[in-house]
């Protein structure tokens, strides 16, 4: 499958360009971890209605003046030979430790701080990240709430960004119903991936052990070119994790 990825992905995420490069571009800084830098959504890059983050996309929108090292994180190893050929091109690159490609999954934050800590000077000296970005990505995860959660308290440095674009569960109680309703079948056929998350309210919604919030800023909006009743339904956010 990942043939089809390469063949169908750098035409398509030319869809979502506006969007990925105001998020991406101004906002990431430092050391960023990718957490979907290989995956996208089957039927978007078949019906090509929106884009992937798929094959290192992401590297594309990197301010290469701001970011000193892309952490691409991306469980299928097929994908990792044209992944890295995209964030060379991008400039980055592993052997100058500018590109770190991890084959482990985002709900496993062991692993990633394990690799963090065993890299080189590009990492926080706290083996945190600068930048979190995450690009439909969160609605095929396993347990996404736990693992966006954990992936913001204990991988993202203070003061550091969580940068998504995700499709979520539509704010219209009847569009939302169609979503829940179609969700098991849609996850079945398309690898996991699920309609109905509503990963912008869980986003916003982290706390820290005394409940209170983990961010000093955050800003999420919808995509201005999906219509309201969309079952595919985006949103964008910036959050700023409190220092």
């Not at 709900?107 to 439909?136: F, K, M």
């Not at 954990?150 to 569009?175: I, R, Y």
Request: proline share 7%; with cysteine; glycine share 8%.
């Amino acid at each position: 499958m990942s043939k089809l990825w390469v063949t169908y992905g750098p035409g398509i995420d030319a869809n979502i360009q506006p969007q990925k490069a105001s998020l991406i571009t101004p906002n990431a800084h430092g050391v960023v971890l990718d957490i979907g830098a290989g995956k996208y959504e089957p039927l978007r890059s078949i019906i090509m209605l929106i884009a992937p983050s798929g094959h290192g996309h992401t590297a594309n929108y990197l301010d290469k003046a701001r970011v000193t090292q892309y952490i691409a994180l991306e469980p299928n190893v097929f994908m990792h030979p044209q992944l890295r050929a995209t964030a060379n091109a991008a400039g980055f690159h592993e052997s100058d430790g500018t590109l770190l490609i991890l084959s482990c999954g985002a709900e496993d934050s062991l692993s990633i701080l394990s690799s963090l800590g065993n890299n080189d000077q590009h990492v926080h000296p706290h083996h945190g990240v600068d930048t979190l970005i995450s690009v439909l990505t969160l609605c095929s995860v396993p347990s996404p709430q736990r693992t966006l959660t954990t992936l913001v308290t204990d991988v993202l440095h203070p003061g550091g960004k969580f940068l998504f674009f995700e499709h979520v569960l539509n704010p219209k109680a009847d569009v939302a119903w169609w979503q829940r309703f179609w969700a098991p079948v849609w996850s079945l056929i398309f690898d996991g991936c699920r309609l109905d998350r509503p990963t912008d309210t869980w986003s916003e919604g982290i706390t820290d052990e005394r409940e209170e919030s983990v961010w000093d800023e955050q800003a999420v909006w919808s995509n201005p070119g999906d219509p309201e009743d969309a079952l595919l339904h985006h949103r964008m956010g910036r959050m700023v994790k409190r220092a």
